[in-house]
């Protein structure tokens, strides 16, 4: 079911209470919504966000799930490669030192912070939010953690680096004799993971339960 904002009365409401539509600008007054419901622009058609039930608690699942994953898709092998009788293993983490040790040292900073340090730092960060909601605890670190958590969303890049990997293997099989590795499998489980916890995980209700407004997040 889909639920229109309100933008009647739009003085008489308290600030805590108004939502702006990110496409048009409209000021709206927030609607009451049970689980499932979707809030939409009566102006513009955009959908504002979807009332889940039990986020906190689906959150929680996929991150330890994501942070599992987190080791055997980086230290791992993703492939191993035999040419002319030597065989070698490249995992991520093996992939950073080679860049490093060839000269590269710029280039292995930036893959190391894109595909190894901001991932983790965003699922730990992620992880605390969800656990300061659960357990209510220690909520303004809380919100300090989910802040810095939105800043470093751009510097994610997994889906960059399994790009990266698809077209070496493509590259390199006509080369040599290429085997996957259960890394390559764990590293697509990774990112497959945190694209599902960007979807579960709704800002809205995060940012609600929080400052303390949605009492019933963890339902």
């Known amino acids: 079911m889909v639920e229109p904002a309100s933008s009647d009365n739009l003085p008489a409401l308290e600030l805590d209470r108004l939502i702006a539509c990110h496409e048009c600008d409209l000021l709206l007054r ?3 919504t049970s689980a499932g419901e979707k809030v939409e ?8 966000y ?13 991150v330890i799930t994501a942070l599992l994953l987190y080791l055997p898709a980086n230290f791992l092998p993703i492939m191993q ?37 901001m991932p983790l730092l965003k ?3 992620q ?8 357990l209510d605890i220690g909520r303004s670190y809380g ?9 470093m969303r751009e510097w994610g890049m997994l889906e960059v ?35 599902w916890l960007e979807v579960t995980m709704s800002p809205h209700q995060i940012w609600e339960a929080l400052s303390g407004e949605d009492k019933h997040a963890c339902d």
């Open 127 to 134: 992880f605390a939010v969800l656990l300061s909601i659960r």
């Open 143 to 151: 919100l300090l953690l989910y802040r810095i958590y939105h800043h």
């Open 50 to 62: 979807t009332h889940r039930s039990q986020v906190v608690r689906r959150s929680l699942a996929l």
């Open 161 to 195: 680096y399994l790009m990266g990997i698809l077209v070496a293997i493509v590259k390199l099989v006509d080369l040599a004799d290429l085997s996957i590795g259960l890394g390559l499998f764990c590293f697509i489980a990774l990112l497959l993971v945190q694209v």
């Open 30 to 32: 927030k609607p009451l």
């Open 81 to 117: 490669l035999n040419l002319l009788g030597q065989v070698t293993e490249d995992t991520v983490w093996s992939g950073v030192l080679g860049l490093y040790s060839s000269g590269m040292q710029s280039i292995a900073v930036v893959v190391f912070l894109c595909s190894m340090a």
């Open 41 to 48: 622009c009566p102006r513009c058609g955009y959908e504002l």
């Open 123 to 125: 699922l730990l960060c």
